[in-house]
């Protein structure tokens, strides 16, 4: 027995060494190691500090807008250790954002958000520690204004040009990870079309392994092929060069799925799982330690805190405040339009579902005939709604129609931006059919939301709505709500 026990641990130990060896060696075979890059990405953007901090310098004191404000006139000398801090800061502030690993170098979309948001804070930042601390020589705002807004600029664009080097073949290989699905459910088709969708991601999906499970037969896809069983995990890693391992399906025995991670650790590879237990507010998991024991649960989402509902809130009253002033004449006119069309009161207050369940009273200019549900009753508005008034179509296309929604934005009823608020008449059901659904009214309602602007307005599938609201909530941010309100003018589809 001994014997046997000892010869499987040799095979065992023999098998780990020749995966290990194989990894290697595929990535020896790569010019440039991943690490190199990302000091070339550091590099750079020092580099480009450092050109924002001389750029900003130009502008403010050789430019025409030299005698806007009062300052002591300076030589660039007596500026350069202002723009040496500035540009040491800066590139603290963005590693402190993450952005310098090389998991994430080919994430183009989420390295950018994360160098805006970065500068954002060192602009505030930079600007505050110099006005507290009377730095001499005194520095210009003008100039930190400037210098935030060149920084931005410059590293956005070498960043870009960067990320087209990275994406060519020979250098995306060195960086893309090499990642083995275990198991094959909906959470991985999913996982797996989005990344599908970006043809240079930061992943290079090498197929599946079956676990047994029903599920797995019964989603299997050939664009991406089952490399085997469960048992054949090991050889895999060895064949494939795997620098991942994505567990889908947490079903299968206990042993199997810790002999997976030890693997795993063995081998050197990324161990993760999809937490298919926890089907909403993923991103709020953490682990923390009760009495010593490690648990995992759903904490708390970002609205959760009360620095950013202040921040949301802030945003709404000044926001909802100029939207009143700048929409007054506009909702003036076509409550005329609507009243010469439909004489009766324009406005009109519908009952909907606002933060917790709490009911409130929506305001619209009227898009309809009087009393139009009083035969039907209430039901979802649909194209060509023959209740609709002719200018209703028009308003409702550009959402001029829920522009008074503006004064329950000021009541603190609604925000700008959050989930689109549902009749209770509508949706009782709707927690029992739709899971999650309950959900979205964590927050306030919005007067848009990410689901409008992805084109799910009116009569279209609501559990996908649902999605959307709850990816809202998960990853909020006020740079989000911005990007929100913007779309919103650009994004106007199936709105009846």
């Known amino acids: 027995m001994d014997s046997t026990n000892t010869s499987t641990n040799l095979m065992s130990a023999g098998s780990a060494l020749h995966a290990l060896e194989a990894r290697r060696a595929w990535r020896e075979n790569e010019q440039v190691s991943p690490h190199l890059w990302v000091l070339i990405s550091i590099l750079g953007d020092l580099i480009m500090a450092v050109l924002a901090g001389y750029s900003a310098y130009w502008l403010r004191f050789h430019s025409?807008?030299?005698?806007?404000?009062?300052?002591d006139a300076?030589?660039?000398?007596?500026?350069?250790?202002?723009?040496?801090?500035?540009?040491?800061?800066?590139?603290?502030?963005?590693?402190?954002?993450?952005?310098?690993?090389?998991?994430?170098?080919?994430?183009?979309?989420?390295?950018?958000?994360?160098?805006?948001?970065?500068?954002?804070?060192?602009?505030?930042?930079?600007?505050?520690?110099?006005?507290?601390?009377?730095?001499?020589?005194?520095?210009?705002?003008?100039?930190v204004l400037l210098n935030g807004a060149t920084a931005l600029l410059l590293i956005l664009t070498w960043r870009t040009v960067f990320m087209r080097f990275l994406r060519a073949p020979g250098h995306i290989e060195a960086l893309q990870q090499r990642t083995l699905f275990v198991g094959w459910n909906a959470e991985a088709?999913?996982?797996?079309?989005?990344?599908?969708?970006?043809?240079?991601?930061?992943?290079?999906?090498?197929?599946?392994?079956?676990?047994?499970?029903?599920?797995d037969t019964k989603l299997a896809d050939e664009a991406l092929p089952c490399l085997g069983g469960l048992h054949e995990v090991e050889h895999l890693v060895a064949s494939h060069a795997l620098d991942m391992v994505v567990v889908a399906d947490l079903h299968g025995p206990r042993e199997q799925m810790v002999a997976l991670a030890n693997l795993c650790e063995r081998e050197m590879i990324q161990f993760k799982v999809i937490p298919s237990c926890f089907r909403v507010f993923v991103s709020g998991l953490?682990?923390?330690?009760?009495?010593?024991?490690?648990?995992?649960?759903?904490?708390?989402?970002?609205?959760?805190?009360?620095?950013?509902?202040?921040?949301?809130?802030?945003?709404?009253?000044?926001?909802?405040?100029?939207?009143?002033?700048?929409?007054?004449?506009?909702?003036?006119?076509?409550s005329a339009i609507v009243w010469l069309e439909s004489p009766g009161s324009?406005?009109?207050?519908?009952?909907?579902?606002?933060?917790?369940?709490?009911?409130?009273?929506?305001?619209?200019?009227?898009?309809?005939?009087?009393?139009?549900?009083?035969?039907?009753?209430?039901?979802?508005?649909?194209?060509?709604?023959?209740?609709?008034?002719?200018?209703?179509?028009?308003?409702?296309?550009w959402n001029i129609d829920e522009l008074p929604q503006f004064w329950n934005v000021l009541k603190a009823e609604m925000s700008l931006v959050g989930p689109r608020p549902e009749r209770p008449e509508l949706?009782?059901?709707?927690?029992?059919?739709?899971?999650?659904?309950?959900?979205?009214?964590?927050?306030?309602?919005?007067?848009?939301?990410?689901?409008?602007?992805?084109?799910?307005?009116?009569?279209?599938?609501l559990s996908e709505r649902i999605q959307c609201d709850l990816w809202y909530l998960e990853n909020w941010s006020l740079w989000l709500d911005l990007q929100i309100m913007l779309l919103t003018f650009f994004k106007r589809d199936n709105a009846y």
């Open 189 to 215: 088709v999913s996982l797996w079309k989005t990344l599908k969708r970006d043809q240079a991601c930061a992943y290079d999906i090498v197929g599946w392994v079956d676990t047994g499970s029903s599920e």
């Open 286 to 334: 953490t682990l923390e330690t009760i009495a010593g024991t490690p648990v995992l649960g759903v904490t708390r989402l970002p609205l959760d805190g009360t620095v950013n509902v202040i921040a949301k809130r802030t945003l709404d009253i000044v926001g909802a405040t100029f939207g009143l002033i700048l929409s007054a004449p506009i909702v003036a006119v076509f």
């Open 74 to 143: 300076m030589t660039f000398r007596q500026y350069g250790g202002h723009m040496a801090l500035g540009s040491v800061t800066l590139i603290i502030v963005l590693g402190w954002q993450d952005i310098y690993h090389k998991n994430v170098l080919l994430r183009c979309r989420w390295v950018a958000s994360k160098v805006a948001k970065g500068i954002l804070v060192w602009t505030a930042g930079f600007l505050a520690i110099t006005l507290a601390l009377k730095l001499e020589p005194s520095i210009s705002r003008v100039y």
């Open 346 to 397: 324009v406005f009109y207050r519908q009952r909907r579902w606002g933060c917790n369940g709490v009911s409130f009273d929506i305001i619209k200019i009227r898009s309809m005939k009087l009393n139009a549900e009083q035969s039907s009753g209430a039901k979802w508005c649909v194209k060509d709604d023959p209740r609709r008034l002719k200018v209703g179509a028009f308003m409702r296309r």
């Open 427 to 461: 949706i009782a059901g709707f927690k029992h059919q739709i899971p999650h659904y309950n959900a979205r009214h964590h927050s306030k309602p919005g007067m848009t939301g990410w689901a409008q602007v992805n084109g799910l307005r009116g009569d279209t599938d």
């Open 64 to 71: 025409i807008i030299r005698e806007v404000g009062n300052f």
